[in-house]
């Protein structure tokens, strides 16, 4: 038997009271559980009778242990009796436990909250259009020339732009040399960005074998504070340049990077992947936009617990992809100079965004009583298990209920955000 009284801010108190019939099963299995671990004179370790050993330690002896058994379903019974969602752990206090009598113990936790929705059909939206131009295709060509370009030692020309420079290099600042800024037989793209703003741009013109100071400012937001802002020169050489050989974009080219016979076929598939690509991001713009307006026309109050929950699914995210690229979140931090707290105060803002949007999209589907029917279940299943191949039956036999439920509500959120293009107006 459980009541339920609601809390400021998204949250409960459930006050359960566990019979005492019930109570005394679980005292009972307490103490054949733990009744080894006491002493008792007269009686072999472990071998005491419960009465016994409840006077000697008292009654309670065995209640904390005998709570942990009944606590479980109790609470899982309150819960669903009063029909919320628990979001993060619930601060238990016992409230009476006299013996013989019913125990009765509160639970205060934080809940899904209520959403009062506000309008979410007949949002007006801009228009998103596109338009793929033959630079952007030929900018796709060019990354197919560049993946199998050769290079080629130069020696009768000056550094250029795009070259590749093996250089030697000696930083300081105020004529102090500083970590990391020393280095020999580094290899650096001119014009790729990746050194000190300014940097590259003043090697232009420097020929194999010449030495110069390079004089750069460090940007304001540099990971190192000791070298932000902060001016410095390099003592550069350049060792060797190196000068990359594109190949021509003809017929032969086509043959040798795609399924294609001729230039003009794989410009032609180059164009239509990038119509469907920009298709699909002016259909992500619309979408994003009518779920922000349809966001900032409800209210919700977001239980902290939940945006603390989001952030570490963001700050996984990154870890995962960190670890992709072979660097672990920590060094990622020692790079940059930020703490993991500094990490989760700028993706605060972004984590209760995307709380709000999935509680206003869930709102949306029950207010619309949107469901995922068996067949569409069924397909989904189908669509995904194909990448498997030969494997596909056994991958949907061995999937559980809980992943077919993430199935479903993912097609549940796929039909909400139709209904809301359906009733979209552009303006």
């Known amino acids: 038997m459980a009541t339920m009284e609601k809390l400021e801010g998204s949250k409960v108190k ?36 419960r009465k016994v050993i409840e006077n000697a330690y008292g009654w309670l002896v065995f209640f904390d242990e005998a709570f942990d058994i009944v606590y479980p379903e109790a609470y899982e ?8 969602t628990p979001v993060d752990r619930p601060d238990v206090s016992i409230l009476s436990c006299e013996q013989g009598a019913p125990v009765v113990f509160a639970a205060e936790v934080a809940v899904k909250p209520e959403v009062v929705l506000g309008a979410y059909k007949g949002i007006e ?8 131009t033959d ?4 900018a796709e060509i060019d990354k197919e020339r560049e993946k199998i370009a050769s290079t ?3 020696t009768g020309r000056p550094v250029a732009n795009g070259d590749k420079v093996n250089l030697d290099y000696s930083g300081s600042v105020g004529g102090v040399k500083f970590d990391g800024g020393t280095a020999e037989n580094q290899e650096l793209t001119i014009g790729s960005g990746m050194f000190i703003p300014g940097f590259e741009e003043q090697m232009v013109g420097m020929n194999p074998g010449e030495e110069r100071d390079i004089t750069v400012t460090f940007p304001e937001q540099y990971h190192s504070e000791e070298l932000a802002g902060k001016e410095a020169v390099f003592h550069v050489k350049v060792n060797a340049i190196e000068e990359t050989i594109l190949p021509e974009a003809d017929d032969e080219f086509a043959k040798d990077v795609s399924e294609f016979d001729t230039i003009e076929e794989l410009r032609a598939d180059k164009r239509k992947k990038l119509e469907e690509a920009e298709a ?17 026309n409800a209210a919700v109050e977001i239980p902290e617990a939940m945006i603390e929950r989001q952030m570490d699914h963001i700050l996984n995210d ?9 660097v672990s979140l920590e060094d990622y931090c020692k790079y940059t100079g930020a703490s993991i707290e500094d990490m989760r105060k700028e993706m605060r803002g972004d984590a209760e965004k995307r709380v709000k949007s999935q509680l206003v999209l869930e709102a949306i589907s029950k207010a619309e009583a949107i469901e995922a029917t068996a067949d569409e279940i069924e397909e ?28 479903a509500d993912q097609i549940v959120l796929d039909k909400t955000i139709a209904l809301l293009n359906e009733n979209a107006v552009e303006k």
């Not at 566990?18 to 370790?45: C, H, I, W």
């Open 380 to 407: 989904k299943l189908n669509e995904y298990a194909a990448q498997f191949g030969d494997k596909a039956e056994a991958f949907k036999a061995g999937l559980t209920d809980e992943d077919k439920l993430y199935f």
């Open 280 to 296: 699909q991001h002016a259909k992500n713009l619309r979408e994003n936009e009518l779920i922000t307006k349809a966001c900032e």
């Open 318 to 326: 990154i870890r995962y992809r960190l670890s992709m690229q072979g």
């Open 14 to 49: 459930l006050t359960i009271e566990v019979a005492a019939d019930e109570f005394e099963k679980a005292v009972q299995q307490a103490y054949l559980k733990t009744r080894k671990n006491y002493n008792v004179p007269g009686f072999r370790k472990g071998h005491a009778p």
């Open 77 to 84: 019974a309150a819960v669903k009796e009063h029909g919320v």
């Open 152 to 154: 080629t030692e130069v």
């Open 135 to 138: 630079e952007m295709v030929e």
């Open 125 to 132: 939206v801009e228009k998103h259009e596109y338009n793929v």
